[in-house]
């Protein structure tokens, strides 16, 4: 991903959060020169400082019969907007797209132990939806192994991370307040919390 040095984030802590703030990514994959996609939900974990996604799509899904030894890619997009030149103090600019976005990279691997993929799906209740996991274990196990047939688990220990957070940095503060302001008012609230926490990177 093209990422000028003053757009890369490098906090590994704030990177996690955002992942697993923004955990319905897109998986692209690619062999024998055609390329894949789907959207699914991830749960990012990280033990002894290595992250890896934890995911799962239908059986039904082409995709997973691809996964080789190539990387994958998984993208995770955050808030965006479109940036109005009437917005900077500046006259003389021209319309931009700011929004941030993290690039993880790595190879799936599938898991096929009937254990670890009951045991992944009820992660990702846990983490989404703890109220309702009283109800997942008390499912009938007939019902549980009809599902789990139905998808395909894998993981994907991450190798690197490629970030943009392309905040108007490049604009100075001045600007960047305003941009915050203008994106508040025309209800981005979430990209103007983030110009606003980046002003002083």
């Given at each position: ?7 890369r984030?490098q ?10 703030q923004?955990?319905?990514p897109?998986?692209v994959?690619g ?9 699914l939900?991830?749960?990012?974990q990280?033990?002894g400082?290595?992250?890896?996604l934890?995911m ?6 082409e995709?997973?019969?691809h ?10 997009s955050?808030?965006?907007a479109?940036?109005s030149?009437?917005?900077y103090e ?5 319309p931009t ?9 790595g190879?799936?691997?599938?898991v ?5 993929k009951h045991a992944?799906?009820r992660?990702?209740v ?7 996991l009283?109800k997942f274990?008390a499912l009938r196990?007939e019902?549980?192994e009809r ?5 395909v688990n ?5 190798v690197r991370l490629e970030?943009?957070w392309?905040?108007?940095q490049n ?14 008012e025309?209800g981005?609230?979430?990209?103007a ?5 980046h002003?002083?990177?």
């Open positions: 991903m093209y990422s000028p040095p003053y757009n984030l906090d590994r802590a704030q990177l996690v959060a955002f992942m697993r923004h955990n319905f897109v998986l994959t062999s024998g020169g055609s390329l894949r996609a789907s959207h939900p991830a749960l990012v990280e033990e400082g290595e992250l890896a934890d799962h799509m239908a059986r039904a899904n995709q997973w019969r996964f080789d030894d190539t990387e994958a890619l998984v993208i995770f955050g808030p965006h479109y940036i030149p009437r917005w500046d006259t003389e600019r021209v797209w700011n929004y941030a976005a993290v690039h993880a990279y190879v799936p691997q599938l096929e132990d009937r254990a670890a992944s799906q992660r990702l846990a983490t989404l939806d703890p109220q309702w009283p274990d196990g019902y549980v599902m789990l047939a139905a998808i894998f993981r994907i220990p991450v970030t943009r392309k905040l108007s604009r100075g503060r001045r600007e960047m307040e305003l941009i915050a302001a203008a994106l508040e025309s981005e609230a979430a990209l919390a983030l110009t606003r926490h002003m002083g990177d």
